[in-house]
């Protein structure tokens, strides 16, 4: 009984892989949307055991057709049936038809089910494990940080061998050969450690590890591993043979060893080919950067703009920044409006046809106007208030965005207008309302001026376009990768 249960599960799984490439959704690009895949998970539980019990139906009606042909045989016999040559030859005709029945019935197919939600892909997990490899890219984390279930004191799932493994062939897929290198060594010592299987063949693993280590220069491991898996397996194939030559001739090739070169450990080929080796560099910097921006003795004062609202209860307003001017206003959205706002923004989040490459965002959105809802017309109202802008300054789209797995948006000064294209004329600022605090990453950064505004639930930046060209690269702003927590934002521009 086990093991026939055991059969249904492999070949329902079978069948999900395969139906899964060839379905697709976004499922990482929002947090929002993960929380789905638990009903998801429900859906694929309870289609299985429907298949299952459907499967046993199919089987034992053949089992039934089985024992009432046995009884019969056994009753024939018993009575000599087969004397009468018209019984011999009806015999002939009905184990034959017998046999065809068998086959028919062993050939019919249990259907499965049909899925509400859109089911998972292959491709959603190399999104996942490349936002993995952006965390470690921008915050400099190691291989072993990353996997041990630590970061920063944020504790998670540690990752298995095979997590490891997927990560190490990542970065080897992608010439990312010391970052291949350090991953490949985290499955090398779990494997070793914890005695966990591999779901690939395991010579398939060591040839992997020992290129990625010959390429790095760290010969000496990689003639270690060799003579640990030859005095394990005591056989060498031909590519093991053709390797072992090639790391021997290394000590002739290489100056040093180089695995332990700090800025090779987090290059990204993909990261790099996105803008100048600069720009990424200061976008690191400054999502690392623990300040809270570059001017930190900047005035920090309660605000009222002469409006009696803000008078009998005035916001607390920090000005972070000079050039380009910059300033954050605290308790701005009340805990009751993100509530609504994320009720209407959740339904309707999708990708944009415009991000295509997630290494430049991770993210879905959502617009609305300010007929779509009473709160929208509510935060008009406010922005009024905190800009001293008119009405009529104030853009009518309220871009609500919910960030993906290590979800980030590099630095930008454009933004998408009505009709989904990239724009960045006629720009005067841009209002940035957190409607989550984020506990690690997340936060938006100013790179050019090393300015970092932590999400803190409830606030509002304020980011104004600079009148001279030769600064517009200093408004560039982007959102640094989560670490931990959920990233919710609205965004409004402001006409000039």
């Known amino acids: ?184 060594v985290e499955v090398y010592d779990k494997n070793k450690k914890d005695k966990n299987e591999l779901n690939i063949d395991f010579s398939t693993f060591i040839i992997k590890f020992i290129w990625s280590s010959y390429l790095v220069g760290d010969i000496s491991r990689a003639m270690d591993i060799f003579k640990k898996y030859f005095k394990q397996n005591n056989e060498m194939n031909e590519s093991l043979t053709n390797m072992r030559y090639t790391v021997w001739a290394g000590n002739n090739v290489f100056k040093r060893n180089t695995a332990n070169d700090y800025d090779k450990k987090f290059y990204s080929y993909s990261l790099q080919k996105l803008d100048s080796e600069n720009e990424v560099s200061y976008f690191k910097t400054a999502c690392m950067n623990t300040m809270d921006c570059k001017y930190p003795y900047l005035e920090c004062r309660y605000y009222h703009g002469n409006c009696k609202y803000l008078i009998i209860g005035p916001l607390r307003e920090e000005i972070l920044s000079l050039v380009p001017s910059m300033k954050l206003y605290h308790n701005v959205l009340y805990d009751d409006e993100i509530k609504r706002i994320k009720e209407l923004a959740k339904p309707k989040l999708e990708k944009l046809s415009i991000d295509t490459n997630e290494d430049i965002s991770l993210r879905k959105v959502a617009s609305f106007r300010k007929q779509n809802d009473q709160v929208f017309e509510t935060i008009n109202r406010r922005l009024v208030q905190i800009t001293s802008k008119s009405a009529t300054n104030i853009v009518d789209k309220y871009v609500v965005t919910n960030y993906g797995v290590a979800g980030h948006y590099l630095p930008h000064t454009k933004y998408i207008d009505d009709d989904h294209l990239i724009n960045s004329k006629g720009r005067d600022a841009i209002v940035i309302f957190h409607m989550d605090d984020v506990p690690k990453g997340g936060a938006t950064v100013l790179p050019e001026v090393n300015a970092h505004v932590p999400s803190v639930k409830g606030s509002a930046l304020v980011i104004y376009n600079t009148p001279m060209r030769q600064l517009l690269k200093f408004t560039q702003y982007g959102s640094c990768p989560i670490i931990y927590g959920d990233k919710w934002t609205m965004s409004v521009y402001l006409k000039q």
């Open 1 to 184: 009984m086990n093991k026939m249960y055991n059969l249904q599960k492999i070949i329902v799984a079978l069948y999900l892989i395969n139906f899964n490439l060839c379905h697709g959704s976004n499922w990482h690009c929002a947090l929002s949307s993960m929380y789905e895949l638990y009903d998801l998970e429900i859906e694929y539980l309870i289609v299985t055991e429907t298949y299952i019990n459907n499967e046993y139906k199919r089987l034992h009606n053949i089992k039934k057709f089985i024992e009432q042909r046995k009884k019969q045989n056994e009753k024939e016999l018993a009575e000599s049936y087969t004397e009468s040559s018209i019984n011999a030859f009806k015999t002939i005709l009905r184990v034959k038809s017998d046999w065809e029945t068998l086959k028919d019935k062993m050939t019919q197919t249990t259907e499965i089910g049909e899925f509400k939600h859109e089911l998972l892909i292959y491709d959603n997990i190399v999104s996942g494990l490349k936002a993995i490899r952006r965390l470690q890219i921008i915050y400099e984390l190691d291989a072993h940080e990353i996997s041990n279930g630590n970061i920063g004191g944020h504790t998670y799932q540690p990752f298995d061998v095979n997590d490891c493994y997927d990560m190490a062939s990542l970065c080897y897929d992608n010439a990312e050969y010391h970052c291949a290198y350090w991953w490949f």
